[in-house]
């Protein structure tokens, strides 16, 4: 008789809260410790992995070796037997786990975290950053997942930095391009060279809060607003008059408005599109702000 494990996961720590397959075994190792449960030793989990011993599985878990995507399926099925959605997770794990940023992993990511958004529970302790934080690392990566939409797009630097009224260095360029690339957003062509994929959400900030990347996910939009703010500056005088548009008013207003006021910007920046229609030919940045300028009252 094949030995299987229990299909109860109420004792164990809950795989939708991790994003590293690394980090879940050793929990899950930890948790069978603790509270007597067999099955869940570093040989006997090598063992379900189909791995020659627990020193390959003691290596996989200390320096970063792979483990194949059939070695995964087979402990997987251990791990999770009649759960799927579990069982699929932990596999999206190892994948990630197991190789240098691609274009694959942007698709495998997505894939992971749709499925920690359905089936998962409330995430309850910080993870360092991920991968996924990239997205959100660069002003200039928005503008130029843009232009990958214009007709005559080329994915060369000097290029894409003659396009710009303030354009970035060519080192930051290429890591652009990389980044877009390891989201999904640019597919290399038959020509050797890089065109724009399927439009889809571009960060997945509400998923990394929830994943515990918060203070990651905060620091990292407060630099691109900075970024955006510092090209407002540049566009009063790089940019001609009659191409641009900044405009400015100052109000008073009780403190317990703002959440209203916010609200009315949010829907105001949800209001502009895209032209999708093949007519664009010009990036714009839309950037509205509502900020205390003088320290509320005592009342």
Not at 34 to 45: R, S, V, W
Not at 194 to 217: H, I, K, N, S, W
Not at 248 to 277: G, H, Q, T, W, Y
Request: neutral net charge; charged residues 25%.
């Amino acid at each position: 008789m094949v030995e299987r494990t229990p299909n109860d996961l109420s004792w164990r720590p809950d795989v939708f809260e991790f994003l590293d397959f690394r980090h879940y075994l050793e929990a899950l190792r930890q948790a069978a410790h603790d509270t007597g449960k067999g099955g869940f030793t570093l040989e006997a989990l090598a063992a379900k992995a189909g791995l020659k011993s627990k020193g390959h599985l003691h290596q996989i878990l200390q320096s970063g070796k792979p483990l194949t995507p059939q070695k995964a399926a087979a402990l997987a099925g251990y791990l999770f037997l009649g759960h799927p959605h579990a069982r699929r997770y932990f596999e999206l794990m190892a994948q990630l786990g197991n190789r240098l940023p691609s274009v694959q992993d942007g698709i495998v990511l997505d894939e992971l975290l749709s499925l920690r958004r359905r089936h998962g529970t409330s995430v309850r302790q910080a993870r360092s950053d991920p991968e996924a934080l990239r997205y959100l690392r660069c002003w200039h990566l928005l503008p130029i997942r843009e232009l990958a939409w214009m007709p005559g797009f080329q994915a060369e630097p000097e290029w894409i930095r003659g396009r710009f009224f303030f354009p970035p260095s060519e080192e930051t360029v290429r890591d652009c391009l990389d980044s877009l690339v390891f989201v999904g957003d640019l597919m290399p062509d038959h020509e050797g060279g890089l065109r724009a994929a399927g439009r889809r959400e571009f960060t997945l900030t509400d998923d990394l809060v929830a994943a515990g990347y918060g203070d990651q996910v905060a620091k990292a939009a407060a630099a691109i607003h900075a970024a955006a703010l510092d090209v407002v500056k540049d566009a009063m005088t790089k940019i001609p008059r009659e191409q641009r548009e900044l405009n400015m008013k100052v109000v008073s207003l009780s403190r317990s408005r703002f959440p209203e006021f916010r609200r009315r910007l949010k829907a105001l920046i949800d209001s502009f599109e895209d032209d999708v229609d093949g007519r664009a030919d010009t990036i714009y940045q839309v950037h509205v702000s509502l900020i205390p300028i003088t320290q509320g009252g005592d009342s």
